[in-house]
């Protein structure tokens, strides 16, 4: 069975400093893809950055880049000169190839602090 | 990306009584959509995956009979929570994906059920 974990409840962060948000996930898959989405408050989840696992280059959005360690089984999200607009909910999220199931970890809340 | 809106976002009943929320594809037709109930502090639980004319998949331990899942067009999924009960209350969001299976989910605003 997959899991996604997140282990950090809740994270600040001063405006303009960089973040990085920890997730790590199980599978026995080796086809899998891996996402960060952002839940603002009252506002639907939108997707942050995806990754697909047989890339071995780290996905990068803007001021958005994620660390892939496939060994380690390690999906971390760093937010680089981050901003007020930031504040939210972070979910991590796995689903394998061909699947419809998307497994998400927990959530981390993140503050900016201006 | 694809737009997917979902009705009403607050809705208070009283217990015993039943409460539709609809989720609407806007911009694109969905096959599949997705029930997932999120508790607070707590990640987002799949209940069922809705397909466009047929029976919807009810994820283990997920009540088939309280929670109605209709999916009769491309842009429409809804689901009804019969006989709703304070235990029912929640953050009921929906959601669909473009494409393949590895595509990225398109949520909805999230529906928020108090059951009084």
């Known amino acids: 069975a997959q899991t996604v974990t997140q282990s950090q409840p809740e994270m600040s962060v001063q405006e303009a400093e960089t973040v990085t948000l920890s997730c790590t996930y199980d599978t026995s898959e080796s086809d899998y893809y891996l996402f960060w989405y952002k839940q603002p408050p009252s506002r639907q989840m939108i997707l942050v950055i995806r990754q697909e696992a047989y890339k071995q280059q780290n996905a990068t959005e803007n001021r958005f880049s994620v660390n892939f360690q496939k060994a380690a089984k390690s999906f971390s999200l760093k937010i680089s000169d981050s901003q007020l607009g930031d504040a939210a909910m972070y979910f991590c999220?796995?689903?394998?190839?061909?699947?419809?199931?998307?497994?998400f970890g927990t959530g981390t809340r993140l503050k900016v602090l201006a | 990306g694809a737009v997917v809106s979902q009705h009403p976002s607050r809705v208070i009943c009283k217990s015993g009584t039943s409460v539709k929320i609809e989720c609407r594809s806007l911009d694109f037709q969905a096959t599949t959509m997705f029930w997932y109930r999120q508790f607070p502090k707590k990640s987002l639980m799949l209940m069922a995956t809705?397909?466009?004319?047929?029976?919807?998949?009810?994820e283990q331990g997920v009540e088939k009979d309280k929670f109605l899942i209709n999916h009769a067009s491309l842009t429409l999924s809804t689901l009804t929570v019969t006989s709703a009960h304070p235990e029912d209350s929640s953050f009921y969001i929906c959601s669909s994906r473009q494409g393949g299976a590895t595509g990225e989910l398109f949520f909805g605003e999230g529906s928020r059920l108090t059951v009084l």
């Open positions: 809705s397909n466009e004319g047929s029976k919807a998949t009810y």
């Open positions: 999220a796995c689903t394998i190839s061909g699947t419809y199931k998307y497994i």
